[in-house]
């Protein structure tokens, strides 16, 4: 007989404190996930508070959800600056003692033609989805530490994409330094999970496909709309809310414990399908 442990507990994250950037489109999907797998915080960051996208609404949200014992929190931070995350972190040691999940999910984008690209959008990307999670790593290792032990370490998942590994847009749309801040996001997770591994943190790169959100929207359209993607997806779908909930609890239960500097690409598949951009 196999010594696996209590099977209902595996993918539970009872009692456990999460930061997660990001409070709509797929932060918001990680957060509820969270929630509701027992989690008994969840804060969230983003930069605007109020309004129908806004941190406020987020939070709300996560509060009513029924037959969850654990509680949101909304913290208004610009974690593209190290002025917003070192506020952000302040805050949260207000808050909380200790972090036992740290979601690295707020990222920006910029498309347009090779020629020209303004060069701000590059920085706003870079300073976002590179040296922001850098940074935000860097100085969460305090209260990630004090919560991670061998056996169950402190988890950080860094949100990249699958443009990290595939070239996914170029030409009128292209994204080409998007792209490359996460392909260096992913790299940045196989070195923490090197760098912080044997300081109880694990971490890894989950990489979605399309997940309509606002921040894919536009692009979506630009590529023919949901339907025409869908069509083109070998699993004949985009991402729904499920899809980044399942994956991030995974990584953040005792299942995901020995789970360290992988990326994990969550999207159906497509992005082994060759030529599924050649229209652009
Ligand atoms: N959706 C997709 O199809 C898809 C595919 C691949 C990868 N991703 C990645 O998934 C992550 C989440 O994207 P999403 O689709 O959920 O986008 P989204 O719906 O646009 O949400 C982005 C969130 O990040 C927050 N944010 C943006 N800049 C911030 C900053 N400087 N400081 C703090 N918070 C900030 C936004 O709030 P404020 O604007 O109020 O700050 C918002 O809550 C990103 O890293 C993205 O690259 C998404």
Redesign the pocket.
Same mark, same amino acid.
């Given at each position: 007989m196999s010594d696996l442990s209590d099977m209902s507990k595996l993918f539970r994250l009872d009692g456990k404190v999460a930061l997660v &950037?990001?409070?709509?489109?797929?932060?918001l999907h990680a957060a509820t996930a969270f929630l509701k797998a027992g989690a008994s915080k969840v804060i969230l960051?983003?930069? @605007?508070a109020e309004g129908p996208?806004?941190?406020d609404q987020a939070v709300k949200r996560l509060n009513e959800l029924p037959g969850v014992q654990g509680s949101a929190v909304g913290i208004s931070? %610009?974690?593209?600056t190290l002025d917003?995350i070192e506020s952000l972190l302040k805050q949260i040691g207000e808050i909380v003692d200790r972090l036992d999940i740290l979601v690295a %999910?707020?990222?920006? &984008?910029w498309g347009g033609p090779f020629e020209p690209t303004p060069d701000w959008s590059s920085q706003k990307i870079l300073d976002? %989805?590179v040296r922001?999670v850098f940074n935000l790593v860097r100085l969460a290792v305090p209260l990630l530490e004090k919560s991670g032990s061998r056996s169950d370490p402190s988890r950080i998942v860094i949100?990249?994409?699958?443009?990290g590994t595939n070239v996914t847009h170029t030409g009128d749309h292209g994204t080409i330094m998007y792209s490359a801040s @996460?392909a260096a996001a992913h790299h940045l997770a196989r070195n923490f999970a090197v760098e912080l591994g044997p300081r109880n943190i694990t971490s890894n790169a989950v990489a979605?496909?399309?997940?309509p959100?606002?921040?894919?929207n536009g692009l979506i359209q630009e590529l023919g709309g949901q339907e025409a993607l869908e069509r083109e997806n070998p699993r004949l779908r985009l991402?729904v809310p499920d899809d980044i909930g399942g994956v991030m609890v995974f990584l953040c239960s005792r299942a995901g414990s020995y789970v360290n500097g992988e990326d994990i690409a969550v999207d159906g598949g497509a992005r082994w399908k060759q030529g599924t951009n050649h229209k652009l």
């Open positions: &950037t990001g409070s709509r489109g797929l932060g960051a983003a930069r @605007k996208q806004g941190l931070a %610009n974690v593209a917003g %999910n707020a990222g920006t &984008t976002l %989805n922001g949100v990249s994409s699958v443009a @996460k979605p496909g399309f997940f959100t606002r921040l894919a991402g």
